[in-house]
């Protein structure tokens, strides 16, 4: 079983920044594939960006290529998303999820297994 515990998140102007992290339980988390997603208010679950298990390949979707960076440090059990240059259109919960057995993330967020609680992002104009 693995908890992940999210951190981060606010309000920010345009143009700013905000660095969210997601702490995990368990010896295991570099062998997790990590999935950021986010929700905005009557819309999907999207995926955002991902980072494979252990060395950590890297992938964006085009809206926040540049401007968002996915990292893991497993030795804390933990990734970070950082967030720059945030629009108005960024505002949603965010929300990080781990899929074991894989080593790479998905788009599909039927394929994780385990989700924080998410955390608000709120970029006003």
């Known amino acids: 079983q693995v908890q992940l515990v999210q951190s981060g998140g606010g309000l920010v102007q345009a143009g700013g920044s905000l660095r969210l992290s997601c702490a995990a339980s368990?010896?295991?988390?570099?062998?997790?594939?990590i999935g950021w997603f986010r929700q905005a208010p009557g819309k999907e679950r999207m995926f955002v960006a991902g980072?494979?298990?252990?060395?950590?390949?890297?992938y964006y979707v085009d809206s926040v290529k540049g401007r968002f960076t996915i990292s893991r440090d497993n030795a804390k059990n933990t990734v970070h998303l950082q967030t720059n240059s945030l629009k108005p259109e960024d505002t949603a919960v965010y929300f990080c999820?781990?899929?074991?057995?894989?080593?790479?993330?998905?788009?599909?967020?039927?394929?994780?297994?385990?989700w924080g609680r998410g955390t608000q992002v709120t970029v006003s104009s």
């Open positions: 999820a781990a899929r074991s057995g894989a080593y790479y993330y998905s788009y599909n967020p039927s394929l994780y297994d385990y």
């Open positions: 368990g010896r295991t988390f570099s062998s997790y594939a």
């Open positions: 980072i494979s298990e252990n060395v950590g390949n890297t």
